[in-house]
């Protein structure tokens, strides 16, 4: 994996990604995997306008995804790839079996979900989602700056 | 005066630092109404936007042109219609302008907003 960093988060492209992130890893391009995103041009224009035009902006369906992922890794630039919540992550690994990290980095508020971390709220589901991603050998970690420590989902599933 | 708003919508404390700023200097209240995206994914931050816009037309002056306050901006925008503008970059020179200049529509509005912010950007030291 080529890719330096596979991240969750609800808000996909926003400043933490891109500054907070980008900056100090020099991120060249993010790839945002997102099925209804990749099919609507409008949304595609409004994540744009978020990143500087030296970093190129991939959207991808989780399909797409799957089968391009090996190009992205091969990429010798560094690459972010984003997904906006669990069960896309899920989907990701399930069909991109070599994928053996997420970094969850905001999941916010939603009836249902239960405060886990000040940036992670999850439902009892979708902690168990987490929790078999990892049993599958994937590294989950919850961090939302680099800054941060990642902390490991045995602590906040 | 029309029943033009304002809204800032911003990371952190800064829409509520900047209204209280255009409160200290012109006296003028209940013209701007803050929104912090602190703790906030894009649905619950879209809830803060609806209470804080009401039913009537209004300006969203967002802090940065990319990131969750301003796609969620952008996308309520959408569903106002003409009664919604967007601007982004907010400063304090263009609230000081729009607080004064409020019985015009929304676009119209921005557009003088963006004007008035512009202008007092500069370099005043070599």
């Known amino acids: ?157 | 005066m029309s029943e033009l708003r304002g809204v800032i919508v911003s990371h952190a404390a800064v829409a509520q630092a900047l209204v209280s700023a255009v409160t200290a200097i012109t006296g003028i209240e209940g013209v701007l109404t803050p929104v912090s995206n602190d703790g906030c994914g894009t649905e619950a931050l879209g809830q803060r936007l609806r209470e804080a816009v009401g039913t009537g037309p209004a300006v969203l002056f967002v802090d940065l042109p990319g990131g969750s306050c301003f796609t969620s901006s952008a996308r309520y925008a959408k569903q106002g219609g003409a009664d919604i503008a967007v601007v982004t970059g907010v400063n304090l020179a263009m609230l000081l302008d729009f607080v004064f200049h409020r019985d015009i529509q929304p676009a119209d509005a921005a557009r003088r907003a963006v004007d008035a912010g512009a202008k007092a950007i500069r370099v005043t030291s070599s």
């Open chain 1, 1 to 157: 994996m080529t890719l330096a960093l596979y991240r969750i988060d609800d808000r996909l492209i926003h400043g933490q990604v891109v500054v907070g992130w980008g900056q100090p890893l020099d991120v060249a391009f993010i790839v945002l995997v997102d099925d209804e995103v990749s099919s609507s041009d409008w949304e595609q224009d409004l994540y744009r306008m978020g990143v500087p035009a030296q970093i190129e902006v991939i959207f991808a369906s989780v399909e797409q995804a799957a089968s391009l992922l090996p190009a992205w890794e091969a990429d010798p630039r560094v690459g972010f790839l984003l997904v906006g919540d669990i069960d896309t992550a899920v989907a990701l690994a399930a069909r991109v079996p070599q994928l053996k990290r997420f970094n969850v980095g905001g999941v916010h508020h939603r009836t249902g979900r239960k405060e886990r971390l000040r940036f992670v709220y999850l439902t009892d589901d979708e902690a168990a989602k987490l929790r078999q991603l990892a049993a599958r050998g994937v590294d989950v970690t919850a961090q939302d700056v680099p800054t941060a420590r990642a902390v490991p989902v045995t602590e906040f599933t």
